[in-house]
């Protein structure tokens, strides 16, 4: 990194308005002229009077290197904040036009933090739109499941039921869908997670055995259980549920820019033989896979 790089954090603009130089590159500015000063001084007292070119050759020489360090600098803000830029305008614009889509009885809840990405949630109701699921599995709930249901209203059929390990989370996003009025698209259970035994292997996901869930599963939205729970959380879901895939299913798994996200999604498409699987360029990255048998 440029030593001018200035301490700028490119996320939720928080130093971005504020630039401090670091103490490193203080000193620089500070020592260096003094540097130059010492060595000068120095070189006087050995070669006499041609060391007077020394303080303006290796002046100009540092001013010429900063001028080409702050260009560098000056002109890596601008791109950061123009890619900054431009990756928020998705982000309206994905939740402007799903608004508009779904036209919402209620404004549609917050899509920071930990709820999928506005451009994860439009994925979510194209592939609803294109597919026509009957039956939709989602691992976690909140504002994507809110999403799913209003898609397969629009639809005009369907189902999606989501898993949600906590218990307030799952009370919380079943409130909202009754204020939306879609108790009849969406319902969240509340399944804890435990261990799973497939293949002789004890897999932790969440307990399906109180879910009524209506075979086949056409469609799975995986955003849980979340990486804090442990390594490669997600991976389960597949083991567990491919035997209740449908003959042709999708499968869309959020966060897929981390690498626990790849490895699931790679290890899903090699061991259950997915017909295709696909990255999504979205904020936080997802992958598509389509199960055919
Ligand atoms: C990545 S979140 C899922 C978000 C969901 N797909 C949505 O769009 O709102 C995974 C799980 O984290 C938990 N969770 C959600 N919001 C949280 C928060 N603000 N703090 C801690 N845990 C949260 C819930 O149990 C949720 O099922």
Do not use: C
């Not at 080409?68 to 890596?76: C, D």
């Not at 442990?230 to 083991?239: D, E, F, Q, T, V």
């Amino acid at each position: 990194m440029p030593i001018l790089a200035l301490d700028i954090r490119g996320t939720a603009g928080k130093a971005m308005s504020d630039p401090k130089m670091t103490n490193k590159q203080v000193l620089v500015v500070v020592l260096v002229p003094l540097g130059i000063l010492a060595i000068s001084v120095l070189a006087y007292s050995i070669v006499g009077p041609p060391a007077l070119l020394f303080p303006p050759v290796l002046g100009t020489v540092f001013l010429a290197w900063l001028i080409i360090e702050l260009r560098h600098f000056i002109v890596g803000r601008f791109v950061r904040l123009t890619e900054e830029n431009r990756a928020q305008f998705n982000q309206v614009e994905a939740i402007l036009g799903l608004s508009r889509f779904l036209d919402p009885k209620y404004p549609l809840p917050a899509t920071r933090g930990w709820a999928a990405s506005p451009d994860m949630l439009r994925e979510i109701v194209m592939q609803v739109l294109s597919d026509a699921p009957q039956m939709v599995l989602e691992a976690s709930s909140g504002t994507s499941t809110l999403a799913l249901a209003y898609a397969l209203e629009r639809v005009g059929k369907g189902r999606v039921v989501a898993l949600e390990h906590d218990a307030d989370y799952a009370e919380r996003t079943q409130r909202m869908l009754a204020l939306h009025g879609l108790q009849h698209r969406a319902t969240v259970v509340h399944a804890p997670l435990v261990e799973h035994r497939i293949n002789g292997v004890e897999l932790l996901w969440y307990d399906i055995s109180k879910a009524t869930i209506d075979l086949p599963i056409d469609m799975v939205v995986v955003d849980g259980p979340p990486d804090t729970t442990r390594p490669m959380a997600r991976y389960p879901a597949i083991p567990v549920l491919h035997s209740k895939l449908a003959k042709s299913s999708r499968v869309l798994l959020d966060d897929g820019g981390r690498q626990d996200e790849r490895a699931t999604a790679e290890l899903w498409a090699k061991e259950f033989k997915a017909t295709t699987i696909q990255y999504l360029e979205l904020e936080k990255g997802a992958w598509l896979l389509r199960f055919d048998r």
